[in-house]
């Protein structure tokens, strides 16, 4: 940051008047973010850079840059996870400009020096800008992966039978973890029959479906069988409509469906306990 | 050129890949393998591929010949033991194998065999 022969001047005068400034600039920011910091809070974020404004503009050491631009990074960081807008956060550095014309007004000897200071402050804005977007696109790219992880549950159903539910709009590098997490799962567990219920699926396009197909085609060289189940009247229409063919894979309309089916072909079937008149108790496997 | 051991284990042929797979070493077990079948007109065979950890089209197809040459001489053939990677791998390549049997492992595929007879 180039602040040429008039900042010292300007560095003199800002140190000289540090309460009044501070104090009129924590009030115009308080005013600003309307009582979602305490004043206290304000005051001390601020009471920071300003001195870092000071000793960049006196250009007393070399550090005082990039502290400066390291502590607006982080200003702008809290202010974004705090859920401010980026102009609310913009403007808590602008409003070092009003503070200090106000100020300045009466001292015509110091519009150069004023001019100068204004550049800098509208460089530093610039960056509470550039800082806050950037940390609302890391927000997104945490969010993106813990949804990732959390939507790709593979659940045991019954002894070589599990189940993915799928939840959410399915794409390529969704599809492709789901077949990874459900390969592995056939393989450590030695299941041989799989649900795929797609209750949580919005939408199926043929993009979706030729992903489906592609799960259900990698289990089976594992040698498992897939089921899909979930299909929804609006999903079936639309399926039809598309001329999606599932060929051979057996699809039913909802999990427990599935589960029966699968129990079926594992060669197991569910009975009623007989013994006693009671036939709330709990439901009994038997092989066949 | 690596040869496969083929295995005659009563009426089933258990063919257990432990090398990583070469074209050429595909083709002579295709060889081999059409020999055995005709000497000792085992109903069935296994092809475990546990230890196979790339595979390309190639490979892909000759699994697929492998098991319509075994139909031929009347014995049904189970592949066995593909480890998740590869079959997303077949999958991406277009490749289902469609009209192979496959099973998690040699005791799975030994009981559809079983089953059969």
């Excluded at chain 1, 950037?134 to 599990?162: C, F, H, K, N, Y």
Aim: proline share 3%; glycine share 8%; aromatic share 4%.
């Amino acid at each position: 940051m180039d602040v040429g022969v008039t900042g010292g001047r300007m560095a003199d005068y800002l140190r000289e008047h540090h309460d009044k400034v501070l104090d009129r600039w924590t009030e115009l920011v308080v005013a600003g973010i309307r009582g979602r910091t305490s004043a206290q809070e304000v005051k001390g974020e601020l009471g920071d850079l300003y001195s870092l404004i000071v000793r960049v503009l006196a250009e007393a050491d070399d550090h005082a840059v990039g502290e400066l631009r390291a502590s607006l990074y982080e200003l702008s960081r809290t202010r974004a996870r705090g859920g401010y807008t980026p102009s609310e956060t913009a403007l808590s550095v602008f409003t070092l400009k009003d503070a200090v014309y106000e100020l300045v007004a009466d001292t015509a000897d110091l519009v150069p020096e004023y001019l100068t200071f204004s550049r800098m402050i509208d460089d530093l804005g610039l960056r509470t800008f550039e800082a806050y977007s950037e940390a609302r696109e890391q927000i997104i790219a945490d969010q993106a992966t813990a949804m990732m992880e959390l939507s790709t549950p593979v659940v045991r159903l019954w002894d070589g039978i599990i189940a993915v539910p799928l939840v959410g709009t399915l794409d390529s590098a969704r599809t492709q973890l789901v077949m990874e997490k459900l390969l592995d799962t056939l393989v450590t567990t030695g299941a041989d029959h799989a649900v795929i219920d797609i209750t949580g699926v919005p939408t199926v396009d043929t993009e979706v479906a030729q992903h489906l197909l592609k799960t259900v085609s990698a289990a089976r060289l594992l040698g498992a069988d897939c089921i899909i189940s979930g299909i929804r009247p609006q999903v079936a229409q639309t399926i039809v409509s598309l001329g999606i063919e599932f060929g051979d894979i057996a699809t039913k309309a909802s999990l427990a469906d599935a589960l029966g089916l699968a129990l079926r072909q594992a060669g197991l079937k569910v009975v009623p306990v007989v013994t006693g008149p009671v036939v709330t108790g709990p439901v009994v496997m038997g092989g066949a | 050129m690596e040869q496969v051991p083929i295995l005659k284990i009563g009426q089933t042929l258990f063919v257990s890949i432990q090398i990583d797979l070469q074209d050429d070493s595909v083709v002579r077990l295709q060889e081999d393998l059409a020999e055995e079948l005709a000497a000792t007109s085992a109903s069935g065979v296994i092809i475990d591929i546990t230890a196979v950890e790339i595979v390309d089209s190639f490979i892909g197809r000759m699994l697929s010949t492998i098991a319509s040459i075994s139909r031929l001489f009347d014995a049904e053939t189970v592949i066995v033991g593909m480890r998740p990677a590869v079959a997303i791998t077949l999958t991406e390549l277009g490749l289902s194998l469609s009209g192979v049997r496959t099973a998690l492992n040699a005791e799975k595929g030994l009981a559809i065999l079983n089953g059969k007879t």
